[in-house]
């Protein structure tokens, strides 16, 4: 079926650090990945996508990796800072295009 | 920047009772959808709606939901009888401007609804 997910539930790191969230998702034909951050009390919010065309795409400090052969997401954000911090879903549409899949999120606590 | 507004921001409700939740899309948008998450899990589709129909519902989407878009702006969902497992957060969104259905999608900050 249709399902994605993060390996992490939560992953803590000092500011400065580089972080990396990975998700597994298990629909092969899936083609198109958003990751979203959630802030405590606020919806989600877009940071990236990619295209499975594609298997790295870079924006401000967050690169998303993406490896179709082991079905395999990953969110790198460089130089982690405090308002890093939140939960992070990956997201996929499901075959239609008509919904987005959400994963289970990973809580990123980032320390001075 | 436009963004997606929701209301109320928390609506208290007796177990029974009718909800109505409402959303302003962002303008231009075509597609627009429901999200709820309860609360420490992750967010669920529930419906979404193009063209003033239904294009998918999840299996949350029971009878006691429906979605409307009464004029040019608002869209809500209602929730006809609320249980009490009902209680989450309820988040809009909206994407699209033309043909491309893969788009990115844009949340609203979601109505915590309680059933008591």
């Known amino acids: 079926g249709e399902s994605v997910g993060l390996h992490l539930p939560t992953l803590s790191v000092q500011e400065g650090d580089n972080s990396i969230i990975n998700c597994a998702y298990s629909?092969?034909?899936?083609?198109?990945f958003i990751w979203y951050k959630q802030e405590s009390g606020k919806g989600p919010q877009f940071i990236i996508d990619?295209?499975?065309?594609?298997d790295k795409r870079q924006g401000q400090r967050v690169t998303v990796l993406l490896n179709k052969t082991v079905k395999h997401l990953s969110l790198q954000i460089a130089a982690t800072q405090p308002g890093d911090s939140a939960v992070y879903f990956c997201?996929?549409?499901?075959?239609?295009?008509?919904?987005?899949?959400f994963g289970k999120g990973t809580t990123l606590s980032v320390s001075s | 920047e436009p963004e997606v507004t929701q209301t109320p921001s928390h609506q208290v409700t007796q177990m029974g009772q009718e909800v109505i939740l409402r959303c302003v899309p962002i303008?231009?948008?075509?597609?627009f959808y429901w999200y709820r998450q309860i609360l420490g899990q992750k967010v669920e589709f529930l419906v979404s709606?193009?063209?003033?129909?239904?294009?998918?519902k999840s299996e949350i989407f029971d009878d006691q939901f429906s979605v409307e878009r009464p004029d040019g702006s608002n869209f809500t969902l209602k929730i006809r009888s609320t249980k009490l497992e009902d209680s989450a957060m309820y988040f809009c969104?909206?994407?699209?401007?033309?043909?491309?259905?893969?788009?990115?999608?844009?949340f609203g900050p979601g109505t915590r609804l309680t059933v008591l």
């Open positions: 969104a909206s994407s699209g401007g033309g043909d491309r259905v893969l788009d990115e999608q844009f």
């Open positions: 629909n092969s034909a899936s083609d198109y």
């Open positions: 990619i295209r499975s065309n594609m």
């Open positions: 997201a996929e549409f499901n075959q239609a295009g008509t919904a987005l899949i």
């Open positions: 303008s231009n948008h075509l597609y």
């Open positions: 709606f193009y063209n003033n129909e239904i294009s998918e």
